[in-house]
């Protein structure tokens, strides 16, 4: 990597807790969608490494295998994929830098994704800003005690450090990190800091033939429904005015 060349490599490095590697091995559809890991993290680091050369406005994507489209039928099937579809139907073409990574918690996106995107290579002047949105902190929830106790401070300081008027998700999981993590995200959004997608409201009621094999990850479905709760949040913020 060079001083002006971001590094797309954001593999967080980590192994799979115990559970995880249970699950490997007695339950075949969670081998098939973790398989899906590598492959779709190079797919979309080709495209970071074409995008981030187009001028035009960006979508900087930060988080975890769900914006990594994990579990969906291909890597730009997920929500990041079907949303931007969208988007360009509407008008909207906007180069999708997608920093996320399988297994990212939140420290991931502080020590990680956030300095590559500081490293990104300035745009044209006029190029309004750039759309940053983060959803993370499952891989916190399920990662052990110690994760778990460390994410509100980690979403706290995340929020913090986020660039004015990214879009942030809560966690709609019933825990008491998950509800310290939110209560963070809140305030952020109620002094203007971020924009909330409160996925304990619009996130999908029901699961039912929406999952992967793992039954954990969305598959096509699942992240077309988690478009839908996005969705609204991301084009007011695209529609908002330009400082």
């Known amino acids: 990597m060079t001083a002006t060349e971001p590094d797309w490599d954001t593999r967080t490095g980590r192994t799979p807790g115990p559970a995880m590697r249970l699950l490997n091995t007695v339950v075949p559809g969670v081998r098939r969608v ?19 050369l187009e001028p035009r406005r960006r979508w900087v994507v930060l988080g975890d295998s769900m914006s990594q489209g994990v579990g969906a039928s291909a ?8 949303l931007d579809q969208r988007l ?51 891989n916190d929830l399920f990662g052990g005690r110690e994760a ?43 002094r203007g800091k971020v924009v909330l997608v409160d996925l304990r409201e619009t996130g999908p009621t ?8 793992d039954f954990f990850h969305p598959n096509d479905l699942g992240y077309a429904a988690m478009a839908d709760a996005l969705e609204p949040g991301v084009r007011a913020v ?6």
């Open 75 to 82: 890597h730009d099937a997920g929500w990041v994929g079907q």
């Open 34 to 52: 973790r398989a899906q890991a590598d492959p779709y993290a190079a797919a979309w680091r080709a495209h970071n490494a074409r995008a981030v």
């Open 148 to 190: 778990r106790a460390a994410l509100p401070s980690a979403m706290a300081e995340l929020v913090d450090r986020l660039p004015a008027g990214s879009l942030v998700t809560t966690l709609p999981q019933p825990s008491a990190a998950a509800d310290l993590a939110n209560e963070h995200v809140v305030r952020a959004a109620a």
């Open 206 to 213: 029901s699961w039912r033939g929406r999952l992967a094999p």
């Open 88 to 138: 360009r139907a509407d008008g909207h073409d906007l180069a999708v830098l997608n920093l996320s990574a399988t297994g990212a918690r939140t420290r991931d996106v502080l020590d990680r994704q956030l300095p590559v995107l500081d490293s990104l290579p300035a745009q044209p002047d006029g190029t309004p800003a750039a759309l940053v949105t983060v959803l993370v902190g499952s």
């Open 238 to 243: 695209l529609q908002a005015p330009q400082p």
